[in-house]
């Protein structure tokens, strides 16, 4: 199983960017998918995660000017960021928990981190 994320770039303060991370492999099923980000000497923190039946969880301040949606039919998940600021600047992790078929369990997989710059 791998977590293929796209998206993320440079954009000005105010604008909008559209991520996406899409879960592929064999023989699992979906418990949540979401993002986290690290900014530069920051620790890792909860951007938007959304569960199997439609739970949402946001970061602080982050609810309004994030929306996070999916995973859809192709097991993707969609972060759309609007009024971006300089300070959302960051590496973004996409993250999900998915129940592994093979080993009847659930395992945590994070994948590449994508690279936002939001220039004031």
């Known amino acids: 199983v791998q977590l293929q994320a796209s998206g993320g770039g440079s954009v000005q303060a105010g604008g909008s960017l559209e991520l996406s991370c899409a879960a592929t492999?064999?023989?699992?099923?979906?418990?949540?998918m979401g993002w986290y980000r690290q900014a530069p000497g920051k620790q890792r923190e909860l951007v938007a995660v959304?569960?199997?039946?439609?739970?949402?969880n946001y970061g602080d301040s982050l609810k309004g000017r994030f929306i996070i949606s999916g995973p859809n039919a192709k097991d993707t998940v969609y972060l759309q960021m609007m009024s971006l600021k300089p300070e959302d600047t960051a590496v973004y992790y996409c993250t999900a928990g998915l129940y592994l078929v093979e080993t009847d369990s659930l395992r945590n997989y994070w994948g590449q981190g994508t690279l936002v710059t939001v220039s004031s």
């Open positions: 492999g064999n023989a699992f099923s979906i418990n949540h």
């Open positions: 959304v569960y199997i039946g439609g739970h949402t």
